[in-house]
């Protein structure tokens, strides 16, 4: 599939972008804080796959309603597991698994997390649906050097965020109204900011772009480094 698009003239003085992997993480505030403490110096797939463990063994051990504690320990773990990996630039032969597995936790904990209270499902399925979303944009934007302004990763509070919401949510009983919050609010940012990049990305210009023949830059990168 072949399209035209081209990036909207910016006024604005050029700034380094980071690497898609590091798009692709979706950092909120909080993790992004940490991981200027390391200056990218942490690599990122140990620290991951200990936070992937971790998740998975407070959600068996929490399980359902009367024993929610736990929980709230899960977005802490992986906020220290991972967060200090945030500026990092991922370019290692397997850093390619990073991303993916921090969509793993992020959505595990959420879908368990709302089945264990009892949420409903439509909701947790839309709420899910929206993020799906924000990070299925952002794998095509940028792979069309459309990078999403920094303040949309904050505004969509990042994955430490959201779990944190959902965690705290669970503990006092509200979580399908956090769940219903977030799917709305949520949506109406990413789906908005979403459509008007792309328009203005239609406008001028254009270059045509294959999707499917656009190879990663970066990925080749490591390969080449690692061989």
Do not use: C
Not at 108 to 136: E, K, N, T
């Amino acid at each position: 599939m072949t399209i035209t698009l081209t990036a909207a003239p910016s006024s604005r003085p050029a700034r380094p972008q980071p690497t898609r992997l590091q798009a692709y993480r979706d950092d909120g505030p909080l993790a992004a804080a940490f991981g200027k403490l390391t200056q990218g110096r942490l690599i990122p797939l140990p620290g991951t796959v200990l936070a992937a463990a971790t998740t998975a063994a407070l959600l068996v051990v929490a399980g359902g309603e009367e024993r929610t504690i736990p929980l709230l320990y899960a977005p802490l773990l992986a906020l220290l597991l991972m967060g200090p990996s945030a500026q990092h630039p991922h370019l290692g032969r397997l850093d390619w698994l990073v991303p993916p597995l921090m969509r793993g936790i992020e959505y595990g904990y959420l879908a368990v997390l709302g089945f264990a209270q009892d949420v409903s499902a439509p909701v947790i399925y839309v709420l899910l649906a929206v993020l799906a979303y924000h990070h299925y944009d952002t794998v095509y934007r940028t792979r069309q050097r459309l990078w999403p302004r920094e303040w949309v990763f904050a505004a969509g509070l990042g994955w430490e965020g959201r779990m944190f919401i959902a965690a705290f949510a669970g503990l006092f009983g509200q979580l399908a109204t956090a769940y219903a919050v977030l799917a709305v609010y949520l949506g109406l940012l990413f789906g908005v900011e979403s459509v008007t990049a792309w328009v203005k990305a239609g406008r001028g210009n254009g270059a045509q772009v294959n999707l499917e023949e656009e190879t990663d830059d970066e990925t080749d990168q490591a390969g080449r480094e690692a061989g």
